[in-house]
């Protein structure tokens, strides 16, 4: 959190230089669990409590009928990485309860993570009919946060966008307005998508949510996250549309890349001759390559966890899952020699292996293993193993008969 409150004084100097435009919204930023770092003065004289009160007794600020369904949006946000927004009742300094209206923003860092929440909170007592913040409060909300910001009206008509939206797309507001000029921006393969998925929004009223790819004031593509929330007025029509539009490129590059990474591996794991298999770290199976299920006849449902056992040879299943067990306890490479029943029934010999994978603190991870088929080789080996039997006990007999024959060659000299 040290960061986190380094930045502070610098966003308290922003928000004292715009009291003017803003002297109704209280604002907050709070930690990715809920720990207020910041509130402004506003919002302290609203309430009338310290910033460390503040942080230790909310809860008794909000009112009791609305108790259960603040704290709901509160685990909501601790647990999610979207924008909210929630009417509730809170205490006043003076005792008496103020309808309010909070929007909280995400702030991401570069996994994703939420690592703070930008809070704005707007009295609505006097014109609770009215839907949304003044002009100034808007306009003060949608310049701070760090995302692009527009509304539409009900039809999906452009009517706003921030400054944050003109800097990165190089179109001033006059170029932005408008129904559709917006998925002009977006790359091609994006387009039909963003679309379609828009017009079902419009057309129902639900949450819009869409990733795709905006074209930038120098000409490249980045990945963002669009979202959309309805507002709407006392009789439940639809008003206009808020919407913001959040870089994720960095984390969209990574999980392509990782994605890419896992289709490789797939292909090659389904390329080597071997059955292949993955495990968490107590051993539960949860990956079969296709030459597991092509061999065994089974699907995933069938052998994940420890589903595998259902195709091993009864006489032998015991020892293996306890010596399987043992090498998952101790985290230990383990390695054994078994029948495996084949999708026609027939059971065949396999050497199998598994190797723990550890972080970087040494904890296994999950388990790789593989089943590689020995039939031929045993069946080599144990033909040889016959034949060696066979030898020795011909040597055997023949080294008797040699004794026998010494002896008996003995006798008739001794007899001369």
């Not at 004292?16 to 506003?42: C, F, H, K, M, N």
């Not at 007794?57 to 647990?79: C, F, I, K, T, Y």
Request: aromatic share 12%; glycine share 8%; charged share 25%.
């Amino acid at each position: 959190m040290a960061a986190a409150t380094s930045e502070t004084p610098e966003f308290t100097s922003s928000a004292t230089s715009r009291s003017s435009a803003s002297e109704s919204v209280l604002l907050s930023v709070t930690d990715a669990v809920g720990t207020t770092l910041y509130a402004s003065p506003q919002l302290l004289q609203f309430t009338g409590l310290s910033l460390d009160s503040l942080n230790a007794g909310w809860p008794e600020l909000v009112h009791p009928q609305d108790g259960a369904r603040v704290m709901a949006q509160v685990e909501s946000m601790n647990e999610s990485a979207q924008q909210y927004q929630i009417e509730w009742r809170i205490r006043r300094h003076d005792g008496q309860y103020r309808w309010v209206r909070t929007t909280g923003y995400p702030q991401l860092d570069a996994s994703g993570q939420v690592q703070q929440w930008i809070i704005g909170t707007v009295d609505i007592e006097e014109a609770r009919s009215k839907q949304g913040v003044s002009g100034e409060d808007f306009s003060f909300l949608a310049e701070l946060i760090p995302q692009l910001v527009w509304t539409t009206d009900p039809t999906g008509f452009h009517t706003y966008f921030n400054q944050r939206w003109t800097d990165y797309t190089g179109y001033t507001l006059a170029d932005s307005v408008g129904p559709d000029m917006w998925n002009n921006l977006l790359h091609p393969d994006d387009q039909q998508l963003a679309r379609r998925v828009w017009g079902h929004s419009l057309a129902t009223g639900d949450f819009y949510e869409i990733e795709y790819r905006f074209k930038s004031r120098e000409g490249g593509y980045r990945w963002f996250l669009g979202q959309a929330l309805p507002v709407r007025n006392e009789a439940g029509e639809i008003e206009k549309w808020f919407g913001t539009c959040t870089d994720i490129h960095d984390q969209k590059m990574q999980e392509l890349a990782l994605r890419k990474r896992e289709q490789d591996f797939t292909t090659l794991a389904n390329a080597i001759p071997q059955l292949a298999w993955m495990a968490d770290e107590t051993g539960s199976i949860f990956w079969y390559n296709d030459r597991w299920f092509g061999f065994t006849g089974t699907t995933l449902e069938e052998m994940q966890g420890w589903g595998w056992q259902k195709v091993h040879h009864p006489d032998y299943v015991d020892a293996v899952r306890e010596k399987f067990r043992m090498a998952i306890e101790a985290g230990e490479l383990w390695e054994d020699t078994f029948p495996l029943r084949r999708y026609d029934g027939e059971y065949r010999w396999f050497l199998s292996r598994a190797v723990p994978v550890r972080d970087d603190e040494g904890r296994v991870l999950r388990w790789c293993g593989t089943n590689t088929d020995v039939t031929e080789q045993k069946q080599l080996q144990e033909q040889l193993e016959r034949a060696y039997s066979d030898l020795e006990a011909k040597v055997m007999f023949r080294t008797l008969d040699l004794e026998r024959e010494v002896q008996e060659l003995r006798q008739q000299i001794g007899k001369k």
